[in-house]
């Protein structure tokens, strides 16, 4: 299950692959044949169950195009002293 999601402004990308190599689970890749509105191949998730939320591509990314969401840590249950 994923510990994080991405969401990218595709319009915005300029398609210069930064955050693909620095993704560290190589779920980020320039899309082929499949253009922005600004005529560059915008990244596209190819597998986001895979996404860490770790933000490596938010924090690369010049043009702010990323969105990056984490899943809370859920508390762990208190066990009782013995």
Not at 8 to 25: A, T, W
Not at 26 to 49: C, H, M, T
Request: with cysteine; charged share 25%.
């Amino acid at each position: 299950m994923a510990k994080g999601m991405v969401i990218i402004d595709e319009d915005r990308c300029k398609g210069c692959g930064l955050c693909v190599s620095v993704c560290p689970v190589n779920i980020l890749r320039l899309a082929e044949g499949r253009f922005n509105a600004k005529g560059y191949p915008p990244v596209e998730v190819s597998d986001p169950e895979k996404c860490t939320g770790c933000a490596s591509c938010a924090i690369i990314c010049p043009d702010v195009v990323f969105t990056v969401y984490r899943r809370k840590r859920q508390p762990q249950p208190a066990t009782a002293a013995a």
